[in-house]
């Protein structure tokens, strides 16, 4: 969560979810990584490659989301 984010949730109590994959999916895909990284290193650079894409995208979403709560008050 970004500085504006924890301010934000402070501010009003309310916290702000959402984005393509939150903490237990990225769990998922970072553990994948592991097991995939002992059988075959090629898939085990996919799988971080998609990862490293699919939080930035998260962080993005999550950014706009509260640019806009802020915007609304």
Do not use: H, W
């Not at 109590?13 to 059988?39: A, D, Q, S, W």
């Amino acid at each position: 969560m970004c500085i504006r984010d924890s301010a934000y949730s402070e501010k009003t109590n309310k916290k702000i979810y959402g984005g393509l994959i939150e903490r237990p999916e990225r769990m998922i895909i970072l553990i994948m990584c592991v097991f995939f990284l002992n059988t075959e290193l090629k898939y085990s650079s996919y799988i971080l490659i998609i990862f490293a894409l699919l939080t930035n995208i998260t962080a993005i979403q999550r950014i706009i989301k509260s640019i806009k709560l802020c915007i609304r008050e």
